[in-house]
């Protein structure tokens, strides 16, 4: 069976060549996404193998996490970007699963992130998600969850529906509810838990303090940040 399983793959690929997404060279059998090649190009932080880094000292002091860390350095115009535009504009899901899949294998190297035991997406607004028929930061979280056979949980967090009055709120309104964003659906599932909020990207961290607070009445409650992209000012 298995080597006309095979021969199905490599007609198919004949007709539809798979390429890699960044340098357009074809990919191997056993290649996704991208190429070995731009796959050692990826700028890793490594930043999941240290307590003391830019994404943990950014929310030092505003909300209590064991670990945080972002798989990759984010650039104007690079291949983190170009990935990152494909996976959420361009209908590519896989490439979020893939990305997953790789941060997956980092954190399964680090003790830092030894007790983890749940992945929580950062949800998109209802309406975005519906628009985009899927939330990215869950694709992310999928692709790690295959690797670290932890389990992913969709619908704990939710992001509110903006109410009438807050649409007409003005820009400076609408960042101080910032924090009134988000809601804990069933907070005892995720009591004693060592979770971690997945999300594509990190800048101020915002949206993931955010996210903190809304959990912040869980008991027992250990949370861990993981971003794919860190973009540093
Ligand atoms: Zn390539």
Request: proline share 3%; glycine share 6%; net charge positive.
């Amino acid at each position: 069976m298995q080597w006309k399983i095979q021969i199905f793959e490599d007609l198919l690929n004949l007709l539809y060549p798979r390429v890699c997404l960044n340098c357009g060279n074809s990919l191997f059998r056993g290649e996704e996404v991208i190429c070995t090649y731009c796959r050692f190009k990826l700028p890793r932080t490594n930043y999941h193998l240290l307590t003391d880094n830019p994404v943990h000292r950014a929310f030092w002091g505003r909300v209590d996490t064991e670990a945080a860390t972002a798989f990759l350095h984010f650039s104007k115009g690079g291949m983190v970007q170009y990935l990152l535009h494909h996976l959420k504009y361009r209908e590519r899901k896989d490439v979020g699963i893939y990305l997953g899949r790789l941060f997956g294998y980092e954190l399964q190297r680090s003790r830092l992130y030894e007790k983890l035991d749940v992945l929580v997406p950062v949800p998109l607004h209802p309406r975005k998600q519906k628009l985009r028929g899927y939330n990215q930061s869950e694709q992310i979280a999928a692709g790690i969850s295959q690797v670290l056979k932890i389990e992913l949980m969709k619908e704990v967090l939710v992001r509110k529906e903006f109410t009438e009055t807050q649409t007409r709120k003005g820009r400076y309104q609408r960042w101080l509810n910032v924090g009134e964003k988000f809601d804990v659906k069933k907070p005892e599932l995720l009591e004693g838990r060592h979770v971690m909020l997945v999300d594509d990207v990190i800048t101020t961290g915002a949206t993931l303090e955010a996210c903190i607070q809304a959990m912040h009445k869980i008991k027992n409650l250990s949370i861990y940040i993981g971003t794919i992209a860190y973009v540093s000012d």
